[in-house]
């Protein structure tokens, strides 16, 4: 089965087919930097790390950029709160997003381009539009004329004459038609814009910073929103990309803007296929910078670790919406600390003296290389992650099975049980399965013996307190504690 992916522009699922047979350029409409990243973000991310990997298990080499929008209205909000001009803030929430990609174990992108670096590339695009007819200077602003586009609401499926005004309210006297978008701003930004944007910690603040602006042909100024990525995308991929992902609330007017601006400046299909990841949501609304309802990707990494967050991320599909839940959250640490023991059962077993060459488990083959089959099935069926992550569910089951049912261990089984493991949850969902050297598991094992003695000492003398702070010590380092009839055991 070949690739298939539901594109936004068709509404259909067609089969996946890059221009290049051994390469696949692949845009993400990367984070606006004025705040700390959250679940959300991390949803999409998670998703397109997903998509990244199972298109290099494929064969494919993927060129994938992911940008850092770095110029925007609600950058210049935080001055003050987050540094001293736009280019502080922009650093401090940059470094932040970068601590979270890491910590959440995405590939990373071949570049991640920021607004500021490519103004140049910026003005020669909007000076291309302006020269081919699609664009007009106003009172040092330029804009697109929408209606010189033909298909302009091609992949938002909305006729001209329904879309109302865009952009901001003061640039409507400026425009020949309401839906006409800036690609270039003269000045800075307006104190009504930062106003909108600002919390009331900023309150107190005696005056709006403008942000950078740069000289253009127009007026010393500053890019319109969408013009950036379209800059950005074609600096370092080309005219015609052929996976642009995104949010589905980029759907309009952003990208329904890209696609306007980039195919009138080239005349070229801007991009092949758009797959959009829907909402994400907490409670009954989207989760959201804008409406302070996040709780930040850091936190969720520390509080839960990056496995079980990657683990929720990826039971639902990146087109199917999601809701947050500590009650999702906790099924989805039993899920991963199901994966993970199984795991951690293959390689014990594999390792053990009681491991045979000679040892065939048909159900233990059969069933890890139908779970690859499934895996495989459901990943080509749009990236569904979902039914992916069930298929790894169904070697834990088989390993499980196995171990439990003989002393005498299927060597060969158990092998291609921690291949499938390595490779599909590891290599495409991006889980860690770890384990440790024999020096330190021996070193860890004693120092762990010696707090479960010392837990014991205390339950034994009635001071439970401490037994109980001692075991929350040891579990804040990742050791999970189980009381037995035989005594306590545990596992790293």
């Known amino acids: ?48 790390d997903v998509m990244h990997r199972w298109l290099e298990h494929l064969g494919y080499d993927v060129r994938h950029v992911e940008n850092f929008t770095d110029v925007n209205e609600k950058i210049v909000a935080r001055v003050g709160e987050q540094g001293d001009d736009e280019n502080d803030v922009a650093t401090h929430y940059i470094r932040e997003i ?42 040092g602003s330029v804009y ?36 006409d978008f800036a690609l270039w701003k003269a000045g800075g930004v307006s104190a009504d814009a930062v106003a909108e944007h600002r919390g009331d910690e900023h309150s107190g603040t005696p005056a709006h910073p403008e942000g950078q602006t740069w000289e ?8 319109g929103w969408h013009i950036e990525c379209s800059a950005m995308s074609m600096t370092h991929l080309g005219e015609t990309l052929d996976l642009h992902v995104g949010g589905r609330d980029l759907v309009f007017p952003h990208h329904e803007n890209e696609i306007a601006q980039s195919e009138a400046a080239t005349g070229e299909q801007f991009a092949n296929y758009w797959l959009h990841c829907a909402l994400f949501e907490i409670g009954d609304e989207k989760m959201s910078s804008s409406l302070r309802n996040f709780i930040t990707a850091a936190d969720a990494i520390e509080r839960f ?34 994966l993970s023991r199984a795991y951690d059962r293959a390689v014990d077993a ?23 089959e499934d895996f495989a099935a459901a990943m080509n069926d749009d990236f569904n992650t979902r039914e992916a992550l069930s298929a790894l569910g169904d070697v834990a089951s088989a390993v499980n099975a196995h171990v439990d049912a003989t002393d005498e261990y299927d060597y060969a089984g158990l092998r291609e049980a921690i291949e499938a493991f390595d490779d599909l949850g590891g290599g495409v969902l991006g889980l860690q399965f770890e384990t440790v050297t024999a020096g330190n598991a021996d070193l860890a094992g ?12 205390a339950r034994e003398t009635g001071e439970y307190e401490r037994a109980d702070a ?6 804040a380092l990742g050791v999970t504690v189980e009381d037995t009839d035989d005594g306590p055991t545990y596992r790293l």
């Not at 522009?9 to 606006?32: A, W």
């Not at 499926?157 to 409507?172: F, H, K, P, T, V």
């Not at 001692?470 to 579990?475: A, S």
């Open 446 to 457: 004693d120092l762990v013996e010696l707090v479960l003695d010392l837990r014991e000492d």
């Open 305 to 338: 670790g990056a496995n079980v967050v990657r683990t929720f991320l990826v039971s639902g599909t990146y087109n199917s919406r999601q809701t947050y839940s500590e009650a999702a959250i906790d099924e989805a640490e039993e899920r991963w600390e199901r």
């Open 1 to 48: 089965m070949t690739l298939h992916v539901t594109n936004t522009l068709s509404g259909e699922k067609e089969e996946f087919e890059p221009q290049d047979p051994e390469d696949v350029l692949l845009y993400y409409c990367g984070l606006t930097t004025s705040d700390p990243p959250h679940l959300g973000h991390a949803r999409s991310w998670v998703h397109v």
């Open 98 to 139: 970068i601590e979270s990609m890491r910590g959440l174990n995405l590939k990373r992108a071949e570049v991640y381009p920021r607004v500021s670096e490519h103004v140049p590339e910026i003005v020669d695009l909007v000076e291309t539009l302006v020269e081919r007819g699609y664009a007009y200077e106003s009172n």
């Open 470 to 475: 001692l075991r929350d010590g040891l579990e």
């Open 216 to 223: 253009s042909p127009w007026s010393e100024g500053r890019p």
């Open 144 to 179: 697109f004329d929408v209606t010189s586009f033909e298909e302009y609401g091609k992949l938002s499926n909305q006729r001209l004459d329904d879309i109302e005004e865009q952009g901001q309210e003061d640039e409507l006297s400026e425009k020949r038609h309401p839906a």
């Open 350 to 372: 594999a390792d053990s003296p009681d491991a045979y060459a000679t040892r065939t488990d048909e159900n233990l083959r059969n069933a890890v290389e139908t779970a690859r």
